[in-house]
């Protein structure tokens, strides 16, 4: 009997040294935090796809700055266009302000009754300006008439006249078979930015005392002065540049 109670201790005393040295779950340090598994409060979500999207997103950005730049060159071009066509206009206006040159020519009649003037004809630099004959008595009524009005180039230029005359046969009946012809000619230099004022003056040269045949003649009477194209009127202050001319027959 005491020898069963032996073995029963012995078989009970090695069962309990087993369970003894089997591992157990391991026992959770007090300094050790909430499993790793558990994620941060303050950590953000690792979005898959993110890195990818954001790198995909790079030469997207890429291209539109590059049309920005291109269009804000594109524009520096315009405004540089516009400034440049701005300034060749402003000089433009600034040409057309100031003419090149102008000249106007007057015929003036100043001479008796003894004689009529039957036929005007101008020539400017070789070119017929004007014509006029005294059909009708369009010459007898005007004492005074403008013949040309106009611009010019700088320069020397050449204004000749011609006017055929005849005795008034209302003063004396003799006088309608004189005819005369008389051709006369005047340089002139037209300068930039002023007005050639000429006048053309038919009259009789030596008074009532001369000839019939020595008294036709013209002279002509030239001014200069500024002038401004789109102004009322030229400036005042004309001034003489050559004496009277006369012309011969």
Do not use: C
């Amino acid at each position: 009997m005491r020898r069963s109670w032996v073995l029963m201790v012995a078989v009970l005393g090695f069962s309990a040294g087993a369970l003894a040295q089997a591992p157990g779950p391991a026992a959770q340090s007090p300094s050790q935090g909430p499993s790793s598994a558990t994620a941060s409060p303050d950590s953000a979500p690792v979005v898959p796809g993110a890195a990818s999207d954001a790198t995909a997103a790079a030469p997207g950005y890429d291209i539109r700055l590059r049309q920005l730049r291109e269009r804000v060159e594109d524009l520096k071009g315009r405004v540089f266009d516009s400034k440049t066509k701005l300034m060749l206009l402003r000089e433009q206006i600034l040409q057309n302000l100031i003419v090149e040159a102008r000249a106007s020519i007057t015929h003036v009649n100043e001479t008796s009754s003894a004689l009529i003037i039957e036929e005007v004809l101008y020539f400017l630099d070789n070119e017929k300006i004007y014509y006029q004959s005294n059909r009708d008595g369009a010459l007898e009524s005007k004492k005074e008439f403008p013949v040309y009005s106009g611009s010019v180039s700088p320069g020397n230029h050449l204004l000749n006249v011609e006017m055929v005359y005849r005795g008034n046969g209302k003063v004396f009946t003799y006088l309608s078979g004189y005819v005369f012809r008389v051709k006369s000619s005047f340089p002139f230099f037209a300068t930039k930015g002023r007005e050639v004022r000429i006048k053309s003056v038919a009259y009789e040269r030596g008074g009532a005392a001369a000839r019939l045949e020595d008294r036709p003649s013209i002279r002509f009477e030239m001014q200069q002065q500024k002038v401004v194209e789109g102004a009322a009127g030229a400036i005042p202050g004309a001034v003489p540049v050559s004496g009277a001319t006369d012309g011969g027959k």
